[in-house]
């Protein structure tokens, strides 16, 4: 499979992880966000929405949204299974994965941080307590649900990784990245280890992916 | 099945109409969202999210997010189904949704907007624009590959309603409240009042229910 993402990428970064837990190989074609590539007509050919991740398969059909993704990479490659099988753990993962992909990670995306700045002439101290708020906001929703929930044990539902998991590490990740602290998540905390002791998890990480900085 | 909501939130949109489509009899609460009532103790009690919708069923279980809500519904009531049955429509399917739910509706619910006003001072003419432009780019994409694919039809996908036809009759009411021009979006004009000829829908629309504005 082909793969159009970005090293720094959160949601490019969820389908990295769904592609290494299915155990799929795939190429990945980094499109620069910072120098603003995916705006250019030959990616909005691939992507009419203008954002990573796109994925390719085998035949040429191509599909977008990182959840929509993952969920079709578990339609046709059923192991490792990515939800529960009853419909309201698959209910209970769906939600706490929305809550940091839908009502979190997209408020943090260059496109929003472009129109802060361009429309509202926000500088970039007030760009990133922004980016900061909204990232706190979904640990902090999904951090009292998981620690009040008994479903959650080693991972966000069980003991099996699930899309909540992958969700949850991306999102820590970019928190951590982004100066929160941590340490009010607790229960995040503890999960967000366990998945990194995860080869899958940690092959996928940005800063391991071809383009990301150096360590000085 | 009861559920809390408010008539003008879009996520609740999306249920009510779900809920409709399956033949659910429900009750709505409504949980003034101009007052601030979802931020009470009591609503926190029941979504620590403090956000709509949350759906009770009859045991008691509760489900949170709109997508994971819609999902849980075509699990458990599979008629009549609202997402394709192969893999590869239903990612379809489940990205247009994304377009709109996740990448589009969240910027412009209440607590952005209070951000907005009360960190960066952004005035209610810079609002509004704010939110045109959001509804407006989720349009414009999902046009976009609506009016190219070949699975575009009578809705989204084929003759039959899914999830992405609920998330686009919601998305093109936000746009026509908040004065984007609909005409830039033919298909999704097509689509949505094929969709408004159906009295799940049209019994699901925000100025039906309880507590919002009459026609002057």
Chains 1, 2 share one sequence.
Not at 9 to 28: C, F, M, P
Not at 100 to 115: K, N
Request: aromatic residues 8%; hydrophobic residues 40%.
């Amino acid at each position: 499979m082909r793969m159009f993402g970005f090293w720094r990428s959160a949601a490019a970064h969820r389908v990295r992880i769904g592609l290494n837990l299915k155990g799929l190989a795939y190429d990945e074609t980094m499109i620069d966000l910072d120098s603003g590539q995916q705006a250019s007509d030959a990616y909005r050919e691939v992507n009419p929405g203008a954002v990573v991740p796109t994925l390719i398969e085998d035949d040429g059909a191509s599909f977008h949204q990182s959840l929509a993704i993952l969920e079709y990479l578990d339609e046709t490659r059923p192991e490792p299974p990515l939800l529960p099988a009853d419909p309201k753990g698959r209910a209970r993962v769906r939600a706490l994965a929305l809550v940091w992909a839908a009502d979190s990670h997209p408020f943090i995306t260059p496109r929003v941080r472009s129109y802060l700045a361009e429309h509202f002439g926000v500088d970039e101290g007030g760009r990133t307590e922004w980016i900061r708020h909204w990232l706190s906001r979904g640990l902090e929703i999904a951090e009292a649900r998981l620690s009040a929930d008994t479903e959650t044990a080693r991972f966000c539902h069980g003991d099996q990784v699930t899309i909540a998991d992958i969700c949850l590490a991306v999102q820590a990740g970019s928190a951590k990245h982004f100066g929160v602290e941590m340490e009010r998540f607790p229960t995040i905390g503890r999960i967000w280890r366990n998945c990194l002791e995860i080869e899958a998890f940690a092959a996928a990480q940005p800063l391991r992916q071809p383009g990301a900085p150096k360590p000085a």
